[in-house]
């Protein structure tokens, strides 16, 4: 049997299990967009930005910080640059997977 395996991605804590679902189901074009949003924000072109999934995860974002929010409910907030790394290295290896390289 031949298959392939999607990259996924795995939360170290179950609070961001809901966001990486809804980042999971995400096509490669919005994941792009996320990534483009982010730029704007550290390059000044906007204060802040926001990007949100299917399932009422919201992630509020400036420079800084990024807040990620499950249902108006404040989950955590991280560090702006590793949700932007993270997304980064999810579409890389996601353009691998459906490019065949993976």
């Known amino acids: 049997m031949k298959c392939r395996i999607k990259p996924i991605l795995i939360s170290d804590s179950n609070n961001y299990n809901v966001l990486f679902d809804e980042i999971m189901v995400m096509p490669l074009s919005q994941i ?9 924000v ?3 072109k906007w204060k802040s930005n926001s ?14 910080t990024a807040r990620i929010s ?11 640059i590793d949700i932007y790394n993270m997304l980064i290295a999810y579409r890389d290896r996601l ?5 065949g390289k993976y």
């Not at 499950?70 to 702006?80: C, D, R």
């Open 95 to 99: 353009e691998d997977f459906e490019t």
């Open 51 to 64: 990007f949100s999934g299917h399932h009422m995860a919201i992630v509020d974002y400036d420079k800084e």
């Open 70 to 80: 499950h249902f108006e409910e404040l989950i955590g907030e991280e560090p702006t």
């Open 32 to 40: 792009n967009d996320l990534i483009e949003g982010m730029k704007n």
């Open 42 to 44: 550290f390059d000044g």
